[in-house]
């Protein structure tokens, strides 16, 4: 099943700055500055069909349908990419150097908010719901705008542990539909504690709301899954494994037999908890377009990732060599869903938490599962370690949009060797945070830039 788009239905305002326009009609007098949410969700039908229009929006290119990955990864990198594309966009990112005018970044904040406020709608709506799918639509809506939250303060403000999150500006929290243009739409940013307590009760209600199955929409699984991502960012170690364990007692999931078959498989994988719909009608993999030989190409991968991995690592197989240059093979095809979330994080959240919490029996048959998967002998309790369990990890998940948000929460520098880039960056650089883009800055006086910029 696709998501459709439900374009009339979805509010296109961002904090009030996104332009809305009315139709051409004379006789239509309502001000082209504001829509009204009840003469768009009337009923059941048209609040449900909202909602398919959410996940819509968050598949959308600027969002989770690949450039706040890749932007991600690319901001992250420490030599084991090359960005040989021509946009500068992302080339900013790959050399540590956003400036506030990039239209990436720009992108990603307005489709971040279009999303927002689209679930707020539905949210504000939601008791014209028919009691039977009224909870499940509730919990869809509240799992997305907890998402969207995390990774905007995660991209646009400094990490959790990065001096104090009760004073660190963070994003601003909007929890109420925008439904007209003007200076009450002026915010100021929250904390990051503010938007991770939202975040939280967001998720944790989702929870509570969401069915165990639920076709290809959120379910119970994915919202305890982001809660233990949450969770593992804040450095909550104790909450991140239950949160972990949760998804793995789900026996709706397991490991596919190979990481290759995640990704040549992503409409029928045991393995994925999450994904985005795309289809040759519908929805688009942002990461077949820059990573895919068969695409752009513009992301190479570096020899130095590929030594990180053991000679007869079978992940080694999700890369591919063309004229001596390296390419990722997970992204090939253009119609593959985009994994979010897949039971093989959920394995390693809970490896790294238990080991912290000093489980290493855990830890260790946590991570063993992941590696023998992989073609790999497990590991011993004596070759067991944090390092080992973060390596793992690295491996695993490479090129998923993890790399930003790991380096800075196990506070790794950024030194990159990679062709024309070299810098040495400490893991809370504000180089390594987006900039506020500076189209909201120039209309909203109540936003404070990031340091650096």
Known sequence: MKYSVVRSLLIAATLGLLPLTSCNDELDITPNNTVLAEDALKTSADVEAAMVGVYDALGSQALYGGQLQFMGELLGDAGDLAFVGTFNQPNEAYRKALLVNNTFVAQSWLAGYRTINNTNSVLAAIDKVTAARRNRIEGEALFVRGLVYFDLVRYYAKAWNDGSPQSNPGVPLVLTPTTSLGSNNQVARNTVAEVYTQVLQDLERAKTLLPATNGVFANRSAASAILSRVYLQQGRYTEAAAAATEVIANTRYSLDESVEAVFTNTKASTEIIFSLQVSNQDGINELNTYFSELSRADIEIQEQHLNRYEADDTRLNLFGNTGGTNYLLKYDDPYANVVLI??????????????????????LSDLNLVRVRSGLAPLTSAQLSLNAILRERRLELAF??????????????????????????????????????????????????????
């Open 342 to 363: 897949r039971l093989a994080e959920m394995y390693l959240t809970r490896a790294e938490s238990r080991f912290r919490g000093g489980n290493t029996t855990g830890a």
């Open 400 to 453: 998923e949009g993890f790399r930003l948000h790991d380096a800075k929460r196990t506070q790794e520098a950024i030194v990159n060797a990679a062709p024309n880039v070299n810098v040495n960056l400490a893991w809370n650089s504000p180089r390594l945070i987006f900039p506020i883009p500076r189209r909201e800055i120039d209309v909203n006086p109540r936003l404070v830039q990031n340091d650096g910029y």
